[in-house]
């Protein structure tokens, strides 16, 4: 996977899992690395409004989530260093690389066993 237009002089940090973990540990660091965060869904659920938000789907997609991709890859809340990649890790190879499977693209029925696993580079990898 391509990190694009990236300071090459920063060292790549793979982030996996875009929970409250993730989240704060991409936005402490997000100026001193090349990051690729890894999630399977492509949204951020703010748990603690669960409860209320089971009342209304509108309210739950409104006010308990945040589209990552729109957050990260259009707005740029984290800065232009930062990529998001929707899938799921599937090996850590040998400490300096490791397979995801994409799920940006699967339909609600497929499954991850025909989806192609593509190789991820990283000089750090945090999971969360």
């Not at 704060?24 to 100026?31: C, G, P, S």
């Not at 707005?75 to 799921?88: A, E, H, K, M, S």
């Not at 599937?90 to 490791?98: A, E, I």
């Amino acid at each position: 996977i391509d990190m694009g237009n990236t300071n090459t002089n920063k060292k790549h940090l793979v982030i996996v899992g875009a929970s409250f973990a993730g989240l704060v540990l991409l936005d402490k660091i997000k100026n001193d690395f090349n990051i690729t965060l890894i999630e399977k869904k492509d949204h951020f659920e703010w748990i603690c409004s669960l409860p209320e938000s089971i009342m209304s789907r509108e309210l739950f997609l409104n006010s308990a989530t945040v589209n990552l991709k729109e957050c990260i890859e259009v707005n740029r809340v984290f800065g232009d260093n930062v990529q998001l990649v929707q899938g799921v890790l599937t090996n850590v190879l040998d400490g300096s690389s490791l397979k995801v499977k994409r799920t940006d693209n699967l339909a609600p029925n497929d499954t991850l066993e025909n989806v192609p696993e593509e190789l991820i580079n990283f000089d750090y990898l945090v999971i969360c």
